[in-house]
């Protein structure tokens, strides 16, 4: 079983790519990349710093935001939907790649995500109080708005 709470790093490279962080990955390096947008999405989460770090649980947990699977495909990762972000509506749906089974053991029925900071230097700033939607993974998920 995955841990309760756990902590993600995305990161961009010179090259202009993004990627998640994970240091026990034993897949291709390039399954990590972020795509299909969600390399834009994290442009908008990381304020243009190149980097961000998100908290996703199993659970609700205060000041979280919630996506819903929707749907899982047979060819491979699941449909999620963002109902509303910081209690407005917003009916956002993402693609999530399997890398996503990598992270959670599985596709999930509710995944729970916050940003918790963005960094130039990659140092965690766990003070902020912005919330953003997450997007994980290259082929996994990765939503992120903007308030």
Known sequence: MKKQIQKHRFYKTKQGSWF???PDWTGAPGELQMVAGAD????KLSEGKGEVFLEVSLSPQPNFETLQRIET???GGADYKLETYKNKPVNKEIWLCD?????FD???TFIY????SVNRVGKTNRNMQ????LTVFPA???IILNS
């Open 40 to 43: 834009t999405l994290l442009d």
């Open 73 to 75: 495909k047979e060819w």
């Open 113 to 116: 995500f916050k940003k918790l």
């Open 140 to 142: 996994f998920f990765l």
């Open 99 to 103: 890398v996503a089974k990598y992270v």
């Open 20 to 22: 998640i962080d994970l």
């Open 130 to 133: 912005n919330v953003f939607i």
């Open 106 to 108: 599985d596709f999930p």
